[in-house]
């Protein structure tokens, strides 16, 4: 079964709206999670890695203010997505480890289908 | 600096037939190779995984292929089915942050 879920699937709203993306893993704690970004047809953008606790990294290039990284639990991460315009529509996805140590399995949410009118 | 890079951009097998795709990397700090399968709407889900003492690991119709001097590591999907139709990503790193291929859409023919 899923390891991560991710929720909503698919959003659709109007340019200027904030839009929030949950992360839970599930039956584990994750200290770590990592948000991606994903254009069509195109690979996984790693966007920052949200930490339990603290701030999160982000990636060169990524707005911090755009796109804020709350990890205020142990089974919970979100990314809220301020002021979207259309540029921001995307495939986001979510994903940890579920273990402790070095090159543990890595979990992907199933996605959240980001689409700004 | 494109970290990994994967090919072909496409690939369409017969079905019974070998897929064979290629990824190269860079840092030869890297020491985690995993592939990952994407089917549409869903995110990816790890397929196999190497790491760089070893040459080859097999699971069932899935091998990983990898050379060390030259950088490059290889998915070869044995007795390819309808049902492997995905997208295909490699990814190489450690210190679990890794870095993704560009991606593989493979079409098997029935």
């Known amino acids: ?3 991560v879920s991710q929720h909503p699937s698919w959003v659709i709203c109007k340019s200027g709206t904030s839009v929030k993306i949950e992360c839970r893993s599930l ?9 991606y970004r994903q254009f069509p047809k195109q690979s996984l953008m790693l966007m920052a890695t949200s930490n339990e606790g603290s701030k999160a990294t982000y990636e060169q290039g990524v707005e911090k203010d755009k796109f804020l990284i709350n990890h205020a639990s142990l089974t919970l991460s979100t990314l809220t997505v301020t002021s979207a315009h259309p540029e921001d529509s995307s495939f986001y996805i979510c994903s940890t480890f579920s273990g402790q140590g070095r090159n543990q399995p890595q979990h992907f949410g199933d996605g959240t289908r980001l689409s700004i009118l | 600096q494109q970290q990994v890079k994967q090919s072909p951009q496409s690939l369409i097998v017969q079905k019974g037939g070998i897929s064979i795709i290629n990824c190269a990397y860079e840092n030869t ?4 190779f995993p592939w990952y399968q994407q089917f549409p709407g869903k995110g990816p889900a790890l397929l196999i995984a190497i790491r760089p003492d070893v040459s080859e690991k ?8 990898f050379n060390k001097s030259a950088k490059q590591f290889s998915l070869h999907i044995m007795d390819s089915q309808p049902g492997d139709s995905a997208t295909y990503f490699c990814a190489a790193g450690n210190f679990n942050k890794f870095y993704f291929g560009s991606g593989t859409k493979l079409n098997v023919k029935p």
């Not at chain 1, 039956?27 to 948000?35: G, I, R, S």
């Not at chain 2, 097999?58 to 292929?65: H, P, Q």
């Open chain 1, 27 to 35: 039956d584990f704690q994750a200290t770590t999670m990592f948000w």
């Open chain 1, 1 to 3: 079964g899923a390891v």
């Open chain 2, 29 to 32: 700090a890297f020491d985690y």
């Open chain 2, 58 to 65: 097999k699971e069932g119709r899935f091998t990983i292929s």
